[in-house]
T-cell receptor
Framework: DQQVKQNSPSLSVQEGRISILNCDYT??????FLWYKKYPAEGPTFLIS?????DKNEDGRFTVFLNKSAKHLSLHIVPSQPGDSAVYFC??????????????FGRGTQLTVWP | KAGVTQTPRYLIKTRGQQVTLSCSPI?????VSWYQQTPGQGLQFLFE???????NKGNFPGRFSGRQFSNSRSEMNVSTLELGDSALYLC????????????FGSGTRLTVV
């Protein structure tokens, strides 16, 4: 039962343009969302997060938007750089029941930024 | 500050054998979680330990077990290995507060032949 879904397995963007990665979730108990970046042969690295009390969070070139009514979040990277090429995972957690103390991950989106 | 250390990095085992993977968390982190990453399923939660107690467990068979020691180091064990257990096993540590902001290790790549 995939409670966090990333429906685009891959995304290709030209350097300098905007990259938009999307993520949907189904569990209403989720109240905290994160994005991780992963290179081959390495563990995921935390990128940015957002609490459900907010609808936007920015950190440099990275912005995460949360639409609670649609159960949708997106990660915007502006401008995209070749070094951003990696797999991006969306993850969610909650503060009750089975959502406590764990993250639910999407299956990832491979971002390729070409010069 | 040392990161999360997982050993070994690579492992090849035969079907039916058992395996033990080790994880040393960041100093001061009391929570250790384990995830399995496979191409088809993404990252799947195995279990989480906090102060030597398992607080949460994912939907994996009983062949998968773990423990945490008083120094917060953790081990996970897989018995009676199956080909489908071939995966990258990731350990993550955190302070144990909510929400979970993990720091992941580089993982152990297990291949079952």
């Amino acid at each position: 039962d995939q409670q966090v879904k990333q429906n685009s397995p891959s995304l290709s963007v030209q350097e300098g343009r905007i990259s938009i990665l999307n993520c949907d979730y189904t569990n209403s108990m989720f109240d905290y969302f994160l994005w991780y970046k992963k290179y081959p042969a390495e563990g995921p690295t935390f990128l940015i997060s957002i609490s459900s009390i907010k609808d936007k969070n920015e950190d440099g070139r990275f912005t995460v938007f949360l639409n609670k009514s649609a159960k949708h979040l997106s990660l915007h990277i502006v401008p995209s750089q070749p070094g951003d090429s990696a797999v991006y995972f969306c993850a969610a957690s909650g503060n009750r029941g089975s959502t406590l103390g764990r993250l639910y991950f999407g299956r990832g989106t491979q971002l390729t930024v070409w010069p | 500050k040392a990161g999360v250390t997982q050993t070994p990095r690579y492992l090849i085992k035969t079907r039916g054998q058992q395996v033990t993977l080790s994880c040393s968390p960041i100093s001061g982190h009391r929570s250790v979680s384990w995830y399995q990453q496979t191409p088809g399923q993404g990252l799947q939660f195995l279990f989480e330990y906090f102060s030597e107690t398992q607080r949460n467990k994912g939907n994996f068979p009983g062949r998968f077990s773990g423990r945490q020691f008083s120094n917060s180091r953790s081990e996970m064990n897989v018995s009676t290995l199956e080909l489908g257990d071939s995966a990258l096993y990731l350990c993550a540590s955190s302070l144990g507060l909510q929400p979970a902001n993990y720091t992941f290790g580089s993982g152990t790549r297990l291949t079952v032949v």
